[in-house]
Antibody
Framework: EVQLVESGGGLIQPGGSLRLSCAASGFIVGNDYMGWVRQTQEKGLEWVSIIYSGGGANYADSVKGRFIISRDISKNTLYFQMNSLRVEDSAVYYC????????????WGQGTTVTVSS | EIVLTQSPATLSLSPGERATLSCRASQSVNSYLAWYQQKPGQAPRLLIYDASNRASGIPARFSGSGSGTDFTLTISSLEPEDFAVYYCQQRSNWQTFGQGTKVEIK
């Protein structure tokens, strides 16, 4: 069964750092596009980062230069290093698996909540 | 950034009725438009990709159409489990989502 399980969310002060993890099962993370999508009541759904099967990555302008997506194929895990966190980064963060070579969210994790507050 | 505008914001219908949801893009996205369903407390689920292709396991009552800037998601006959929020997403230029349409029980 294909499954994504996120961890690492929590409460963090503005300017702090947090690393999210997404453990994958039922497929190999290096074979598909993977990404992070966040959701808030105010802004809705926002695709914030993607890592391609070839290893390249891309980011939404809102997080570019602050967040880094990576993967460890030996652990079959996706990561999201979030630095210089801002109040507006507070959201539920979902790990997603692309649909083949399409940047679509074919499989979603259960989500992990990040709250940035002093 | 490509902006997706969904309408209506809320659709009040009864089980068995037909639902027609709209998604309009600020510029052409060709056929690179997807639809998701989200129920309370759950992650979204992919329903339709590339405008008209049903994702794996999605019932035939869900269909998508359109190209360019205007797209439609149709639910031919609403089942009780279909009352949820629906989002469109484009992948033509980065990935952006619409603000959602809530389908509620009338």
């Amino acid at each position: 069964e294909v499954q994504l399980v996120e961890s690492g969310g929590g409460l963090i002060q503005p300017g702090g750092s947090l690393r999210l993890s997404c453990a994958a099962s039922g497929f190999i993370v290096g074979n598909d596009y993977m990404g992070w999508v966040r959701q808030t009541q105010e802004k809705g759904l926002e695709w914030v980062s993607i890592i391609y099967s070839g290893g390249g990555a891309n980011y939404a302008d809102s997080v570019k230069g602050r967040f880094i997506i990576s993967r460890d194929i030996s652990k079959n895990t996706l990561y999201f290093q979030m630095n210089s966190l801002r109040v507006e980064d507070s959201a539920v963060y979902y790990c997603v698996r692309g649909l083949g070579a399409r940047p679509l969210a074919g499989v979603w994790g259960q989500g992990t909540t990040v709250t940035v507050s002093s | 950034e490509i902006v997706l505008t969904q309408s209506p914001a809320t659709l009040s219908l009864s089980p068995g009725e037909r639902a027609t949801l709209s998604c309009r893009a600020s510029q052409s996205v060709n056929s690179y438009l997807a639809w998701y369903q989200q129920k309370p407390g759950q992650a979204p689920r992919l329903l339709i990709y590339d405008a008209s292709n049903r994702a794996s396991g999605i019932p035939a009552r869900f269909s998508g159409s359109g190209s360019g800037t205007d797209f439609t998601l149709t639910i031919s006959s609403l089942e009780p489990e279909d009352f949820a929020v629906y989002y469109c997403q484009q992948r033509s230029n980065w990935q952006t989502f619409g603000q959602g349409t809530k389908v509620e029980i009338k």
